[in-house]
């Protein structure tokens, strides 16, 4: 189950943060501005901006699959400046999530997750996933949303939740 | 595992929620404006302003839980507009999700979950909660959150994230 509810969830969600970035292009070109005005914008001056929300997402997505099962993370420098390479970015951790099996987190739950700034304090792999991990990268594919939607860019809440698994 | 993903994780962060409003009250006691300006502010003049970021987040909570579990959920009637409205809205919420046992979600994964809007096609309850309650839920949170932070309330990653249980 925490299979489920991270590695596809965050491959469809990082890619339908890239889909943003394609409605942010199209903006820039109807209004004739250049797109990293939003690539650097911020919703409050002491908040980070598109950039480094959409490094956020991407590392939380990347570290919490590594963290719950083991495996270790591809290092990505954050020096992330174009468009291209935002969505690159995003790309690499898409491919990176792909490597992943439902059974390589057959043990997670249990799993004494920790992080340095958490001095010696831990979670188990269960909460992390639902404490930490989940909200977290949601939060900051909602914040980058919530910066381009701020700026014009026409995103709703079909381009957030993406593809549902309808049946018939 | 659902419950565990959906009622308490929903239950903290709806107070969570609320603290921003305290928050909120502090920013507009410190800089003498009637907290009403925040309740009724968006991040785009399309967009839902922070009160009906409320409503939905807490109708997300509460009509996942109903769906998921086929127990019946009051009826609120989204006519809030103080604080203390949105703030006893909240509430509402809290308690009606402490109705809720994990054993009342012991056969939701494979329940068919639909709305009048998907035109008789429906989802399992499982991918209900993974692809559809729990993002919905965080989105419109954080877009409160993003609402108030742009506004200048001190609010931070950790009022959202709210306390972790951690071991030692």
């Not at 491959?11 to 943003?20: G, I, M």
């Not at 070109?29 to 002491?46: G, I």
């Not at 951790?93 to 010696?120: M, N």
């Amino acid at each position: 189950m925490i299979y489920e509810l991270t590695i596809p969830q965050f491959q469809k969600t990082l890619r339908n943060l890239s889909h943003f970035l394609d409605k942010a292009v199209q903006l820039s070109e109807t209004k004739k501005f250049e797109v990293d005005v939003l690539l650097n914008s911020r919703l409050a001056p002491d908040q980070f901006n598109f950039i480094r929300q959409v490094q956020i997402a991407c590392d939380t997505a990347k570290l919490s699959a590594s963290r719950l099962t083991g495996k270790e993370a591809p290092a990505h420098e954050d020096n992330e400046k174009s468009l291209q390479d935002v969505k690159a970015r995003i790309e690499k951790v898409v491919s990176y999530l792909a490597t992943f099996k439902a059974e390589d987190f057959k043990e997670c739950e249990t799993k004494k997750i920790t992080q340095p700034r958490w001095e010696g304090k831990y979670l188990s792999g269960k909460d992390f996933a639902i404490h930490h991990a989940i909200p977290n990268f949601y939060f900051h594919v909602t914040t980058a949303y919530s910066i381009l939607r701020h700026n014009g860019v026409e995103i709703g809440k079909k381009d957030y939740l993406g593809e549902l698994p309808f049946k018939h």
